[in-house]
């Protein structure tokens, strides 16, 4: 599918005189907006095909190898032949080279959805669990015919909630074919080498086109913990040194299949990945209570059963008057079965052990879901979809904990321990049905301005079996208004309002594990949980520098969120506190989000780009432990990255430079309270095409060793009581990761 071209205006790159003129630019185009008109009502006519003159260029062969089409209808059009100075090998080389394009995901939560913003010939992949940055990864460059970044509103797209839409469009060519190899392997701090593969195989005859992968995705880490805990008065108690080995690598096999013919459009998806492995925990404890120090070790092993699998399919109709007709099935199933079994090491032998922990953690979540649209045209400036979504959710849980007591009756199914029965969740089952009507409608008010009003009727059955026998229902409306006013053909107002209504984690409905403290087994289960709601307010302004030099944008947040989600009280013995997920009230969140991304022309270099953002929010609620204000979410953060091409010697290299402001968020509990501090982190690669399209390419993660810290207050009884028992200090880092990549495509 691609955007109507009413009128192209072809550019060749050019340079900026001086970065101080944007602001400068932005009120004058501002000023002048009356003067230029654009069409927001981006259609998407049947043929794949761009525009004629599009192609008599491209055909003839363009002075300027860069070449950038904007079309006056707010869609940004990069033909393949921009991209062929850079020597890409696969869509996410093409796409790094674009200003201003992130790619999302759109599989969070239960069901479709709407979310993400990537669209493959104009369709959405039938699927979830695919990423949609490693699907990109996986089609090779020389399928592209162009690359197009929708800034309108239309009913058209099967995507929503994007401030932009990334289409990528491939080659209509009658048969096309190639192969695409990675060969990668990682060197960790600790001196482990870690291989990895992929292949994938893509083309297309006549009306089938096809794309499979296979791959073997290295996830080794090596995590070192230092933990110091400190009376109140801050005298050392003790001090632990702890190293984590994960030895994983990740197999995955994928495939995408499309049929056309005439009028209708086949898409079948499959996916199926194991990451199953194992963990080695190993941990040494200097206690400092007794004047002399006495040391204890501990070996934890966690063995990871985990493996899913995933088949989606689409089929669309058009209609002989324009309208289609879009059914889209999912099914999914997922399983993760932990087994974490502690040791205490002899202190006389340093080699017997004695088990002193058992916990076993299974879960299997299994999703149904079916989907149907129907879009159609209403008048030359306004057009409708209409939908329904079925899906059905279900999690089975179980978690069993045994320790080892001196009193109750050991258990193998306990791992020849003592069940810790307050803890034990035997097997439990969770089930959603949910159904969504929806309606979208997208009005052309003018050649400016589009207003696209939804409006989504939810209604749900979650039941709950096992320990808890509970089924509760819930209907809501969920309206939605979004108005975009192009002032100029370079600048974008964007306003909306939306009534948001959050998913429930089902884990969250019973006893689970605990692996985050090490003081704490489980985490209790709450079955009355209900949804977060929220009224969200956005605006954002974006504005594109002249001959593709650029962009920026402002985006300002505001939510007004009803019972929030956070911790409470759920003890049943006041001498044992115990907390779990629940509803504690009404907060609020704000914030701004200011992103900038600019090619460096006014500094001699067009083929270096920049991009810098900052992100500030903030939020208050009261909380329900201590009675306090307080934040529930992060302050912000700020990204900087570069990356310069080099073409004349097919080389390419570049950064990325992150900082999370720290302090001012407390994570209050019922009788801990935490903060959390993390170090800046830097990424740096650099990139060569050698050896007949050969690609090598090295990476550098966590190039300065970046901890991330937490610091714990924990008390006795209840934090309200505020009777400081123990601080405990500790940081943890998995050291710097170098990478070597090794890409081409036949």
């Not at 296979?214 to 009376?231: K, L």
């Not at 009355?528 to 605006?539: F, G, I, M, P, R």
């Amino acid at each position: 599918m691609t955007a109507k071209h009413s009128q192209t205006r072809v550019l060749g790159s050019s340079t900026l005189t001086t970065a101080v003129l944007t602001t400068a630019l932005l009120v004058t185009n501002t000023a002048i907006a009356a003067t230029e008109t654009t069409n927001t009502n981006t259609k998407f006519p049947d043929e794949l095909a761009p525009d004629a003159r599009v192609l008599s260029e491209l055909n003839a062969g363009s002075q300027n190898a860069n070449v950038v089409e904007h079309s006056s209808d707010s869609t940004v059009v990069y033909p393949a032949a921009f991209f062929q100075q850079y020597s890409p090998v696969s869509v996410n080389d093409m796409i790094d080279r674009i200003p201003g394009v992130s790619i999302e995901g759109g599989g969070n939560g239960r069901g479709l959805g709407s979310g993400g913003n990537l669209l493959i010939n104009g369709q959405r992949m039938a699927g979830k669990d695919n990423s949609p940055r490693a699907q990109l990864t996986r089609i090779a460059a020389r399928e592209v015919d162009r690359i197009e970044i929708i800034r309108g509103n239309s009913t058209e797209f099967d995507v929503r909630n994007a401030s932009q839409i990334v289409n990528v469009v491939l080659n209509e060519a009658t048969s096309r074919n190639s192969i695409s190899t990675e060969i990668s392997s990682d060197r960790h701090s600790d001196g482990t080498i870690d291989p990895g593969a992929s292949v994938s195989a893509s083309g297309s005859n006549n009306a089938f086109n096809y794309l499979f992968n296979i791959m073997a995705d290295p996830r080794y880490n090596h995590n070192q913990r230092q933990e110091y805990g400190y009376s109140p008065d801050m005298r050392l108690r003790d001090s632990t040194e702890e190293h984590s080995i994960r030895d994983e690598t990740a197999y995955q096999a994928s495939m995408n299949l499309g049929y056309r013919f005439g009028n209708e459009k086949f898409q079948l998806n499959a996916l199926g990945r194991d990451s199953s492995h194992e963990t080695d925990v190993t941990r040494a404890i200097t206690d400092y209570n007794t004047g002399i120090p006495s040391l204890r070790r501990e070996n934890e092993n966690i063995d990871n059963i985990h493996y899913n699998w995933e088949i989606g399919g689409e089929y669309e109709h058009t209609f002989a008057d324009g309208s289609r007709n879009v059914v889209v099935f999912v099914a999914n199933d997922q399983n993760r079965d932990n087994v974490r079994e502690r040791f205490l090491v002899n202190a006389n032998s340093g080699t017997s052990e004695t088990k002193s922990l058992f916990i076993e953690s299974n879960q299997r979540t299994r999703e149904r879901i079916v989907r149907n649209t129907y879009n159609r045209q209403l008048s030359p400036a306004q057009d409708i979809q209409l939908g329904l979504e079925r899906a059905q959710t279900i999690l089975d849980s179980s978690l069993f904990i045994g320790a080892n007591s001196s009193t109750g009756n050991r258990s193998s199914r306990y791992g020849d321990l003592v069940p810790v029965l307050s803890a034990t969740n035997p097997g439990s089952t969770v089930q959603e049905m949910r159904y969504e009507g929806f309606a979208v409608h997208n009005w052309t008010l003018n050649d400016r301005m589009s207003l696209e009003s939804t409006v989504v009727y939810e209604t749900s059955e979650i039941s709950q079996s096992g320990i808890v026998n509970k089924t509760r229902s819930f209907d809501f409306v969920r309206p939605k208004f979004d108005y975009r006013f192009d002032i100029t053909s370079s600048v974008q107002l964007r306003a909306s309002v939306e009534r948001a209504v959050s998913q429930l984690s089902f884990a969250n409905f019973t006893a689970s594990a605990n692996n985050s403290d090490q003081d704490k087994t489980s985490n209790a289960g709450n079955p009355d949980l209900v949804q977060e709601k929220a009224t969200n307010y956005e605006l954002n302004l974006e504005y594109r520098l002249p001959n593709d030099a650029g962009i920026m944008s402002s985006r300002f947040v505001y939510r007004e969120i009803e019972d929030v989600i956070g911790r409470i009280d759920v003890s049943s013995n006041p001498n044992a506190p115990e907390s779990a997920a629940g509803n504690i009230g009404d907060g609020v969140r704000y914030g701004v989000y200011l992103d900038a991304s600019t090619r460096l022309g006014f500094l001699g270099l067009p083929d270096a780009m920049l991009t810098t953002s900052l992100n500030v929010f903030d939020s208050v609620i009261t909380d329900p432990f201590l009675g306090i204000e307080r934040r529930f979410n992060g302050r912000g953060n700020t990204r900087i990255g570069f990356r310069h091409d080099l073409p004349a010697l097919n080389l390419n290299y570049g950064f990325t430079y992150s900082v999370d402001f720290n302090g001012g968020q407390k994570n209050i509990d019922i009788d801990t309270i935490e903060r959390y501090s993390s170090e800046p982190n830097l990424s740096f690669f650099i990139s060569k095409v050698a050896f007949d399209d050969i690609t090598f390419r090295f990476e550098s993660m966590n190039t300065l060793n970046s901890t991330f810290c937490r610091e714990r207050l924990r008390y006795a009884g209840t934090t309200a009581a505020n009777n400081l028992r123990e601080i405990e200090n500790s940081c943890n880092n998995s050291g710097q990761k170098l990478a070597l990549k090794v890409r081409t495509t036949f």
